[in-house]
């Protein structure tokens, strides 16, 4: 029998570089790929951003496959990307929701089209370069369990991958800390080998997310309205909700002599909630859109770790059904800006049991 064949999505930066060496290292043949997804900005503002899906990002995965010596292809996604992630953006946005768009990218760009299109051309696997590591369970339920170093864990990012996409996934660098996948690029002379990590959303780069929105929908965005209390009491004028999202504090414009926060968007009276510090925090929510991994569904109550954010260390929850494809979720302890649209990820210790999105 032949040698596995495994498609690399291949982003540009140091750590698809690193999968796609250490899989030739490990006997699969390897082909590189890089998704071409939004990229028609001027080249001017590629050079500065780099960023995980520029044109310069191209050039780079190419230079990388040509000196590990393995076929490289660049791959049209646009209309995918466009439906699946700029859509659903700036939809959820419009919805007073704060969307996580890498996750929706994750799930319907990077693995559902780019697996179909890998399994179309004789690709036994697909792989990545993400922090994450891959298990199957005694049952033989596939799941996702923390990567080496919990610092650059990006586990919460893909926590709504499906079981036949995780058998069909290899993540390499999830042994490794970033340090050490650094450490092997620069002892192999790959050019990636310092490349500083794409920051922020990929499409935005100039992270004036309400523009962008504003653009995308020629304009037809939630107009200015009035910062309120919780009751209702009117402490001025907003530039519209989806210059807005739960717990901030910063630019908004307003001065009350104390600091302020978004504790609420109100879509539906186009009204922002502010309040102190103390109201960002929260004990219960609910979330839809389900996703199990290490288990086919919830039944009954269970104890938990959440994470309601990328960056939030977690905190411990009881969860249980509440009703088809919704999840309540009750904290042991307040935690802050809980906010809808974004994930919720339920672990068990290291190991991913699933998430939802934050209604």
């Given at each position: 029998?032949?040698?596995?064949?495994?498609?690399?999505?291949?982003?540009?930066?140091?750590?698809?570089?690193?999968?796609?060496?250490?899989?030739?290292?490990?006997?699969?043949?390897?082909?590189?790929?890089?998704?071409?997804?939004?990229?028609?900005?001027?080249?001017?503002?590629?050079?500065?951003?780099?960023?995980?899906?520029?044109?310069?990002?191209?050039?780079?995965?190419?230079?990388?496959?040509?000196?590990?010596?393995?076929?490289?292809?660049?791959?049209?996604?646009?209309?995918?990307?466009?439906?699946?992630?700029?859509?659903?953006?700036?939809?959820?946005?419009?919805?007073?929701?704060?969307?996580?768009?890498?996750?929706?990218c994750?799930?319907?760009?990077?693995?559902?089209?780019?697996?179909?299109?890998?399994?179309?051309?004789?690709?036994?696997?697909i792989?990545?370069?993400?922090?994450?590591?891959?298990?199957?369970?005694?049952?033989?339920?596939?799941?996702?369990?923390?990567?080496a170093?919990?610092?650059?864990?990006?586990?919460?990012?893909l926590?709504?991958?499906?079981?036949?996409?995780?058998?069909?996934?290899?993540?390499?660098?999830?042994?490794?800390?970033?340090?050490?996948?650094?450490?092997?690029?620069?002892?192999?002379?790959?050019?990636?080998?310092?490349?500083?990590?794409?920051?922020?959303?990929?499409?935005?780069?100039?992270?004036?997310?309400?523009?962008?929105?504003?653009?995308?929908?020629?304009?037809?965005?939630?107009?200015?309205?009035?910062?309120?209390?919780?009751?209702?009491?009117?402490?001025?004028?907003?530039?519209?909700?989806?210059?807005y999202?739960?717990?901030?504090?910063?630019?908004?414009?307003?001065?009350?002599?104390?600091?302020?926060?978004?504790?609420?968007?109100?879509?539906?009276?186009?009204?922002?909630?502010?309040?102190?510090?103390?109201?960002?925090?929260?004990?219960?929510?609910?979330?839809?859109?389900?996703?199990?991994?290490?288990?086919?569904?919830?039944?009954?109550?269970?104890?938990?770790?959440?994470?309601?954010?990328y960056?939030?260390?977690?905190?411990?929850?009881?969860?249980?059904?509440?009703?088809?494809?919704?999840?309540?979720?009750?904290?042991?302890?307040?935690?802050?800006?809980?906010?809808?649209?974004?994930?919720?990820?339920?672990?068990?210790?290291?190991?991913?049991?699933?998430?939802g999105?934050?209604?």
């Open positions: 029998m032949g040698k596995k064949k495994v498609v690399v999505g291949m982003s540009g930066g140091v750590d698809s570089s690193a999968a796609a060496w250490l899989l030739k290292e490990q006997g699969y043949e390897v082909i590189g790929v890089t998704m071409q997804i939004w990229q028609d900005e001027s080249q001017q503002a590629l050079e500065e951003q780099g960023g995980c899906c520029g044109l310069s990002a191209v050039e780079d995965a190419r230079r990388v496959a040509a000196m590990l010596d393995i076929p490289y292809y660049v791959m049209n996604f646009k209309s995918e990307f466009k439906k699946n992630v700029i859509d659903y953006f700036v939809a959820e946005y419009l919805r007073g929701h704060t969307p996580n768009p890498c996750i929706a994750n799930r319907y760009v990077k693995w559902e089209s780019l697996l179909k299109r890998s399994m179309d051309i004789g690709a036994d696997y792989a990545t370069g993400h922090y994450a590591r891959i298990c199957q369970l005694p049952g033989g339920r596939f799941t996702l369990q923390k990567s170093t919990e610092a650059k864990d990006q586990t919460y990012a926590y709504n991958l499906t079981q036949y996409q995780l058998s069909r996934t290899l993540m390499p660098v999830g042994d490794y800390t970033k340090e050490e996948i650094r450490r092997m690029a620069e002892n192999l002379g790959l050019r990636t080998a310092q490349k500083p990590d794409s920051q922020e959303i990929c499409f935005i780069p100039d992270h004036d997310y309400a523009g962008f929105i504003e653009e995308e929908t020629a304009g037809n965005v939630p107009p200015p309205g009035n910062f309120v209390t919780k009751e209702g009491t009117i402490l001025g004028r907003h530039k519209g909700i989806t210059h999202t739960i717990g901030q504090r910063k630019g908004l414009g307003i001065a009350l002599g104390v600091p302020m926060f978004v504790t609420e968007l109100r879509p539906e009276t186009n009204e922002v909630v502010l309040g102190s510090n103390e109201e960002t925090f929260g004990t219960v929510l609910y979330g839809d859109k389900l996703n199990f991994m290490s288990v086919p569904e919830l039944e009954g109550k269970m104890e938990v770790t959440a994470k309601i954010r960056n939030h260390k977690g905190a411990p929850c009881t969860i249980e059904k509440a009703g088809d494809d919704k999840v309540f979720c009750r904290f042991h302890e307040p935690v802050r800006a809980i906010t809808p649209g974004q994930a919720v990820v339920f672990y068990d210790g290291n190991i991913v049991v699933g998430g999105t934050i209604l």
